[in-house]
């Protein structure tokens, strides 16, 4: 077995797993060589990723098993009145401090090719010569393709799993850690976080405006600590429909009497808008949690609304980076290609008492 191939691929990640090739089949009015291979493929069109910096969650590295956050709050209401000399009364401790652990769970993709799928088809071309070495991969454009290819799948899939997995699941595609979703519906079930009233998808997909409801809910519910944090420094966390329906709403508040749209709004409509505020607070994205809630989690509400402080939400792993390291090796026992991505990942909160959400 020849020595397995690492390469890092780093963000942003703009492809995804699913390649077609532009018809007919021609490069320069020739058939293609296999440096010309890549110029006539076309990989599917990028979906909308989401980074976990961008979104700013606290990004702890370095864990292998688990880590332990503790939250220190200084004591208030300390101020007594000063009788002159006597005895030492105190009026409180210094700190007062809570604790949350995160654990964190070993992850891995392995997938295999045999190079033999693309005799007859343009992609042979990028294959090795001779018989002995043609099934093997490695070094040649279709390991390039691949790696541009499986990049986005992996980060994706970390996403995907980081927010809906579950370990009691029965499903593999959703049994690898415990994710952001169950953590909060365990943590407001125990008490610790505030649950808001449920987001009814029917009342979303028949009025728009009902998805300000929800923004509204939220921020009244806002717990003691995290009202009277900055505006500035929070943010709604809402999935991509509901997201949608903000902006409709937004597009088209303040429609006069005819129905008819403010000019603003008709700017924004086509324009697009750059960036959605409801009551001063900053509103993000969740692209792709509704749709696998839609179509893996029937019958539950594939709607989400988190009102937190971002850093309040940590991601744990080992490293980083590891999502981007792809390793790649030719078994020549099997005649087939290899490749392998593994990596640590868990999910938790630093302060319970800095969260809002509805689900």
Wanted: glycine share 6%.
């Amino acid at each position: 077995m020849s020595a397995a191939r690492r390469q890092s691929i780093h963000p942003p990640y703009l492809f995804r797993d699913m390649a077609y090739f532009v018809n007919p089949i021609t490069y320069g009015g020739k058939q293609p060589t296999a440096e010309e291979l890549k110029a006539k493929m076309l990989l599917e069109p990028p979906t909308e990723q989401i980074d976990l910096k961008t979104l700013g969650f606290q990004i702890q590295e370095g864990v292998k098993s688990s880590t332990t956050d503790y939250s220190v709050t200084a004591a208030r209401k300390v101020t007594r009145r000063d009788t002159g000399c006597g005895t030492w009364t105190p009026s409180g401790d210094l700190l007062t401090m809570a604790s949350n652990t995160i654990e964190v769970w070993p992850l891995k993709i392995e997938l295999e090719e045999c190079a033999q799928r693309f005799d007859g088809t343009i992609l042979e071309l990028a294959k090795k010569k001779g018989h002995a070495t043609d099934d093997d991969l490695t070094g040649t454009q279709l390991e390039e393709i691949v790696r541009e290819a499986l990049s986005p799948v992996v980060y994706e899939d970390m996403i995907r799993i980081l927010f809906l997995s579950d370990r009691a699941a029965a499903s593999p595609d959703y049994n690898q850690i415990d994710g952001l979703r169950k953590k909060l519906l365990a943590k407001a079930t125990a008490g610790k976080v505030v649950r808001g009233a449920a987001i009814v998808a029917a009342d979303i997909e028949a009025d728009y405006t009902k998805a300000l409801d929800v923004l509204e809910d939220a921020y009244k519910k806002q717990p003691a600590a995290l009202k009277n944090v900055a505006k500035g420094n929070k943010v709604y966390f809402i999935d991509e429909v509901l997201y949608d329906a903000v902006e409709e709403a937004r597009i088209r508040f303040g429609n006069n009497s005819n129905g008819a749209a403010l000019e603003s709004g008709k700017a924004e409509l086509f324009s697009g808008i750059e960036e959605i505020r409801y009551r001063g607070i900053l509103v993000k994205k969740l692209p792709q949690y509704h749709q696998y809630m839609s179509q893996d989690f029937a019958g539950q509400s594939p709607h989400i609304c988190i009102l937190t402080v971002p850093t309040t939400i940590v991601v744990a792993m080992d490293q980083e980076s590891d999502l981007a390291e792809i390793t790649m090796w030719y078994n020549i026992d099997e005649r087939k290609n290899k490749t392998r991505v593994l990596y640590r990942l868990g999910v938790g909160f630093a302060y319970d008492q800095l969260i809002v959400f509805s689900i």
